[in-house]
Nanobody
């Protein structure tokens, strides 16, 4: 089993930045891809970033490309999501996720492709 714990959410004004962290524990050796998803009230959960834990390749949807950056510290079993130029529409609960298979563009579009989830951290962006 793998446990994921997010931190770093909060409230920020539009144009501001936040960095989220996701600490993984347990059978982390089995994980080949970690990602971030978000879910706003009344909307489906959507993927915003993913990273291959081995090679470091990253994946983003067009909605956040150039503003969000995912990175990892393998020594700490931690993945980060740096969010810049935040917009009110970025307001959502942000979830860390992990999967045993490698990252793919398709995986970032499907919550069913991920076996492990954190509890989430709230991000609120005011205009």
């Amino acid at each position: 089993q793998v446990q994921l714990v997010e931190s770093g959410g909060g409230s920020v004004q539009a144009g501001g930045s936040l960095r989220l962290s996701c600490a993984a524990s347990g059978a982390t050796y089995s994980i080949n891809c970690m990602g971030w998803f978000r879910q706003a009230p009344g909307k489906e959960r959507e993927g915003v970033a993913a990273i291959d834990t081995g090679g470091g390749r990253t994946y983003y949807p067009d909605s956040v490309k150039g503003r969000f950056t995912i990175s990892q510290d393998n020594a700490k079993n931690t993945v980060y999501l740096q969010m810049n130029s935040l917009k009110p529409e970025d307001t959502a609960m942000y979830y860390c996720a992990a999967r045993r298979s490698g990252c793919t563009v398709t995986a970032l579009k499907s919550v069913w492709a991920w076996g492990y989830w954190g509890q989430g951290t709230q991000v609120t962006v005011s205009s």
